[in-house]
């Protein structure tokens, strides 16, 4: 049996909204203390329920953290928005918005030892896996100083040094890559684990089903991640998938429901799916129940396939980051108006990286065949990542 902390809302609160005079005089509490939160329901499918926890404890530092990441990355994602409209982003981009706790919880789980790997909808991966503001922003408007070199935009997003991998703009390709980094983790003798995601359009990708019939028959230490945001493009997932709860679709393989709105419940979540990969026992298929404020791209304004009453309901009920701050103030490590302090200061941090990435050079006309061509051992340009035979000799691509 597996056992891990788990975290999730607090079982006996006091009231989030402080008189604003309490809130100037009252002594914060040390944000090193711990409380210990009830956790959303999981579900699972192959996987004994009883062994994942109920309840965990978690600090204020732990939950300031959560708080200033996934504030920074809504924030980010309101930028690239403003910046998609105004010209300086260009193509496809398709945001974050209300998903934050699922690449803040997963990030808190694992490390970047760990590969991780994922669809277009990525910017906020980006940033968690340890790239700044700049770097993503610089990115999307087609920068130098970008994480691509600006010749990825919005979709492309790699940080490899870290681990990650992207950024991938076929629906479900992220599927068997992933597969294929995780049996590197295996192949390489080693206790890391791979992580795939992708969304509720994509589980219906054959793709995805063959790359797990490997994972499960070579038991590949990989967790196969559905974000259900409940709509592919503009069809709900009522519409779109005859089995709607698709922590079960691994049929073979186990399964695990996670409320992917609360960061606490994400983090161990995932910690309980990763050490059952790291311990031998094959892919975990993870289902995040989550939903993005936003249409599926910046050019679908979201309105058409459901009402704004819905979207607002989301919003008040599950929001993550509000969750996150009600425990703060709750637990007594912040104040509505510390936190709105917080909030200042982080929207200048984002507001300083737009002016960065307006301001950064683009890339020079030689960075046009930058990455395409390496020498090869006669000397010659060749294409990169192929062999090429000239005079009987291989040649040496990058």
């Known amino acids: 049996m597996l056992i891990v902390t788990v975290a999730g809302v607090r079982s006996k609160s006091r009231s989030a909204a402080a008189p604003a005079a309490e809130e100037s005089s009252a002594p914060l509490r040390p944000l090193e203390e711990t409380e210990t939160y009830d956790l959303p329901a999981f579900k699972t499918h192959r996987m004994d329920l009883d062994s994942l926890p109920t309840s965990t404890t978690a600090s204020g530092a732990q939950l300031q953290e959560y708080f200033e990441s996934m504030y920074r990355m809504r924030r980010m994602e309101t930028k690239a928005d403003e910046l998609y409209m105004t010209g300086h982003v260009r193509g496809f981009c398709h945001l974050y918005n209300g998903q934050e706790a699922v690449a803040v919880g997963v990030e808190a789980a694992v490390t970047y030892e760990d590969y991780l790997i994922t669809a277009y909808r990525n910017h906020c991966q980006q940033l968690a896996r340890g790239d700044t503001v700049e770097g993503v922003l610089s990115e999307l408007t087609g920068r130098v100083t970008g994480c691509s070199g600006g010749k990825g935009g919005s979709m492309h997003l790699y940080k490899p040094e870290n681990r990650y991998f992207g950024g991938n703009g076929i629906v479900g390709a992220q599927g068997p890559l992933g597969t294929g980094l995780a049996f590197a983790a295996k192949y390489g003798g080693t206790r890391n684990i791979a992580i795939t995601?992708?969304?509720?359009?994509?589980?219906?990708?054959?793709?995805?089903?063959?790359?797990?019939?490997?994972?499960?028959?070579?038991?590949?230490?990989?967790?196969?991640?559905?974000?259900?945001?409940?709509?592919?493009?503009?069809?709900?997932?009522?519409?779109?998938?005859?089995?709607?709860?698709?922590?079960?679709?691994?049929?073979?393989?186990?399964?695990?429901?996670?409320?992917?709105?609360?960061?606490?419940?994400?983090?161990?979540?995932?910690?309980?799916?990763?050490?059952?990969?790291?311990?031998?026992?094959?892919?975990?298929?993870?289902?995040?129940?989550?939903?993005?404020?936003?249409?599926?791209?910046?050019?679908?304004?979201?309105?058409?396939?459901?009402?704004?009453?819905?979207?607002?309901?989301?919003?008040?009920?599950?929001?993550?980051?509000?969750?996150?701050?009600?425990?703060?103030?709750?637990?007594?490590?912040?104040?509505?108006?510390?936190?709105?302090?917080?909030?200042?200061?982080?929207?200048?941090?984002?507001?300083?990286?737009?002016?960065?990435?307006?301001?950064?050079?683009?890339?020079?006309?030689?960075?046009?065949?930058?990455?395409?061509?390496?020498?090869?051992?006669?000397?010659?340009?060749?294409?990169?990542?192929?062999?090429?035979?000239?005079?009987?000799?291989?040649?040496?691509?990058?």
């Open 197 to 398: 995601m992708f969304g509720d359009g994509a589980a219906n990708q054959g793709q995805i089903f063959e790359a797990l019939n490997m994972a499960q028959l070579w038991r590949l230490p990989i967790i196969f991640m559905c974000e259900n945001n409940r709509y592919g493009m503009g069809t709900s997932t009522a519409r779109a998938a005859a089995s709607g709860d698709f922590y079960t679709r691994g049929d073979y393989a186990a399964g695990l429901y996670i409320d992917g709105m609360n960061v606490l419940s994400v983090r161990e979540g995932i910690a309980y799916a990763a050490e059952r990969c790291r311990t031998g026992e094959g892919p975990v298929y993870v289902e995040m129940d989550t939903y993005r404020y936003k249409g599926h791209s910046i050019s679908d304004q979201g309105t058409g396939y459901r009402t704004t009453d819905e979207v607002q309901s989301m919003k008040a009920s599950r929001d993550p980051i509000d969750q996150v701050k009600t425990m703060l103030i709750d637990g007594g490590w912040a104040t509505l108006q510390s936190l709105k302090g917080v909030e200042r200061s982080l929207r200048k941090q984002v507001d300083a990286a737009v002016e960065f990435a307006k301001k950064a050079p683009e890339p020079p006309p030689e960075h046009l065949w930058k990455d395409v061509l390496s020498p090869s051992a006669s000397g010659e340009s060749v294409v990169r990542g192929t062999l090429v035979t000239t005079g009987g000799k291989v040649g040496t691509p990058l």
